[in-house]
């Protein structure tokens, strides 16, 4: 089985970007990590990210012919995509697990709404890249 792991804008520079809220690990830290949890977990990852929200819309489509099961960081997206919204409803039954490195609802107002959590499995925020291993294995507990 395999689980898409779509990361949206400005995850590509983590580690560079605000250390004191994002940590110090890179994005090819998280892929790495995510490769190690999938084969514990019997599970292949597809490690993407993109700065751009079709890329992510695509993704999210290709996903619900392709994969069990979605780990999504939207980024900033997260906050004001409805085209996101609406890629993972028409990804349906495919279950997203949504992910965020920082607890959102800690920060600014305008990170407090996301246009994925409705139709999300459930959200992970707040633990930094360990939370993309948790959101795998909410997935294969769910698979
Ligand atoms: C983020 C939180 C978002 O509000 C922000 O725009 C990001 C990263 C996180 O992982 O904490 O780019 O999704």
Request: glycine share 10%; net charge negative.
């Amino acid at each position: 089985k395999t689980i898409f792991v779509l990361n949206g804008p400005n995850l590509n520079m983590l580690g560079k970007r605000e250390p004191s809220i994002y940590g110090t690990q890179t994005l090819d830290d998280i892929a790495a990590d995510c490769r190690k949890a999938g084969e514990e977990l019997g599970l292949a990852i597809d490690f993407r990210q993109s700065n751009h929200e079709g890329d992510l819309v695509s993704w999210v489509q290709e996903a619900g012919g392709a994969a069990a099961g979605i780990v999504l960081n939207a980024g900033a997206y997260t906050h004001t995509s409805i085209a996101i919204h609406d890629a993972i409803r028409s990804a349906a039954p495919v279950p997203v697990v949504e992910v965020h490195l920082s607890n959102i609802h800690a920060r600014e107002p305008f990170r407090h709404a996301s246009m994925v959590a409705p139709h999300a499995l459930g959200m992970i925020c707040g633990f930094g890249p360990l939370g993309y291993r948790l959101a795998l294995q909410a997935l294969a507990a769910r698979l």
